[in-house]
């Protein structure tokens, strides 16, 4: 299976995307500023579309990656289905959770797969990760802390981020469905959600930091915070059972090294046994995670992160803008 891939959104991430597609072959791209569709294209010999329903309209397309604006990638998504196209569309594939329930919907009629981008599941230290905790190396699971943030640079607060009608919200929805996805992944869902989202230093009609307590229903907890005021990127998550913990630290360039640390308590506690793994290398998950999605197209499985995920982590996020407004 070599399929034939149409790339809707030629930024910073549709870039990544055409750099990572393994197997598949980047036939055509489209941008609603023309001359970065036209940039991508020769750079990779594809085919520069003027629209995306252009796109959407040829046969040799038939994985489509939708890499756009927050506002437009559950209308692209739904008329790449109806098209008939398979589609790896990047988090948090809507603004809000009621955009996706027609997006959902179609899918299912139409029998293609969608695949949402949450590619943080695929970095070598949570695939190592959730492999350690499927295999009972922690135990029984207690609660998840996480951190996830960055600094910004002049003139955020006046990016496309900063405008909710195009973003849905700010940092909450911007990195915050990562976190919340990965702890998804790993406790499973949150019944009971409380949080809190403010504007702390940008001056922005949307939220600079965000604070999250999730529940599942046997109580395990996961502590989530995302930021746009840390100043030197970060991301950290510690995820901690009845036998040990993991610490899940970097995540290549900026954010430093991608290490993951295991802690296995002894019999007489005291100090853990130590193990580190890291991870200095590029960072494969843009590649790895589509791979993973040409087998579920191959196979007709659903894609591991999928709409479901996508509305659950929303529904997650539209809560807490819901208290957070009083």
Same mark, same amino acid.
């Given at each position: 299976?070599?399929?034939?891939?149409?790339?809707?959104g030629?930024?910073l991430?549709?870039?990544?995307r055409?750099k990572?597609?393994?197997?598949?072959?980047?036939v055509?791209?489209?941008?609603?500023?023309a001359?970065?569709?036209?940039?991508?294209?020769?750079r990779t010999?594809?085919k520069?579309?003027?629209t995306?329903s252009?796109l959407?309209?040829?046969?040799?397309v038939?994985?489509?990656v939708v890499?756009t604006?927050?506002d437009s990638l559950a209308?692209?998504?739904?008329a790449a289905?109806?098209a008939?196209?398979?589609?790896?569309?990047?988090?948090?594939a809507?603004?809000?959770?009621?955009e996706?329930e027609?997006?959902?919907a179609?899918?299912?009629l139409?029998g293609?797969?969608v695949?949402?981008?949450?590619?943080h599941r695929?970095?070598r230290?949570f695939?190592k990760a959730?492999?350690l905790v499927?295999a009972?190396a922690l135990?029984e699971l207690?609660?998840?802390?996480a951190r996830?943030?960055?600094?910004?640079?002049?003139?955020?607060?006046?990016?496309?981020?900063?405008n909710?009608d +195009?973003s849905?919200g700010?940092? $909450?929805?911007?990195? %915050? =469905?990562?976190?919340?996805?990965?702890?998804r992944?790993?406790?499973g #869902?949150?019944?009971?959600?409380?949080g809190f989202?403010h504007?702390?230093?940008w001056?922005m009609?949307?939220?600079?930091?965000?604070?999250?307590?999730?529940?599942?229903v046997?109580?395990?907890?996961?502590f989530?915070?995302v930021?746009c005021t840390?100043w030197?990127n970060?991301?950290s998550m510690?995820?901690?059972?009845?036998?040990?913990k993991?610490?899940v630290?970097?995540?290549g360039?900026?954010y430093?090294v991608?290490? +993951?640390t295991?802690?296995?308590? $002894?019999?007489?506690m %005291? =100090?853990p046994?130590?193990?580190?793994?890291?991870?200095?290398?590029a #960072?494969?998950?843009w590649s790895?995670e589509?791979?993973?999605?040409y087998?579920?197209?191959?196979?007709?499985?659903?894609?591991?992160?999928?709409?479901?995920?996508?509305?659950?982590a929303?529904?997650?996020?539209?809560?807490?803008?819901?208290d957070?407004k009083?």
């Amino acid at each position: 299976m070599n399929p034939g891939v149409g790339i809707i959104g030629c930024g910073l991430i549709g870039q990544k995307r055409a750099k990572a597609l393994g197997r598949g072959r980047l036939v055509a791209c489209a941008d609603i500023n023309a001359v970065a569709a036209k940039s991508l294209a020769e750079r990779t010999g594809a085919k520069a579309c003027a629209t995306w329903s252009a796109l959407l309209a040829l046969d040799e397309v038939e994985v489509v990656v939708v890499a756009t604006l927050h506002d437009s990638l559950a209308e692209i998504t739904l008329a790449a289905i109806n098209a008939g196209k398979h589609v790896l569309v990047e988090k948090p594939a809507a603004r809000n959770h009621l955009e996706l329930e027609p997006v959902i919907a179609a899918a299912k009629l139409r029998g293609v797969k969608v695949r949402v981008g949450f590619n943080h599941r695929y970095h070598r230290a949570f695939r190592k990760a959730h492999e350690l905790v499927r295999a009972g190396a922690l135990g029984e699971l207690m609660f998840i802390r996480a951190r996830y943030g960055h600094g910004g640079r002049p003139g955020y607060d006046r990016e496309w981020r900063a405008n909710p009608d +195009l973003s849905g919200g700010g940092e $909450l929805i911007d990195q %915050g =469905p990562h976190l919340i996805d990965l702890a998804r992944w790993f406790l499973g #869902d949150f019944p009971d959600v409380q949080g809190f989202a403010h504007t702390y230093y940008w001056a922005m009609p949307v939220d600079d930091n965000a604070f999250l307590t999730l529940k599942t229903v046997r109580k395990q907890v996961a502590f989530l915070h995302v930021s746009c005021t840390e100043w030197k990127n970060l991301f950290s998550m510690e995820i901690y059972g009845r036998t040990g913990k993991l610490e899940v630290s970097g995540l290549g360039g900026s954010y430093g090294v991608e290490r +993951l640390t295991f802690y296995r308590m $002894l019999p007489e506690m %005291g =100090p853990p046994e130590t193990t580190a793994w890291e991870y200095p290398m590029a #960072d494969d998950s843009w590649s790895v995670e589509m791979e993973e999605f040409y087998e579920d197209i191959r196979l007709g499985r659903e894609p591991a992160a999928g709409l479901g995920d996508a509305r659950e982590a929303l529904k997650i996020i539209g809560r807490i803008y819901e208290d957070s407004k009083t």
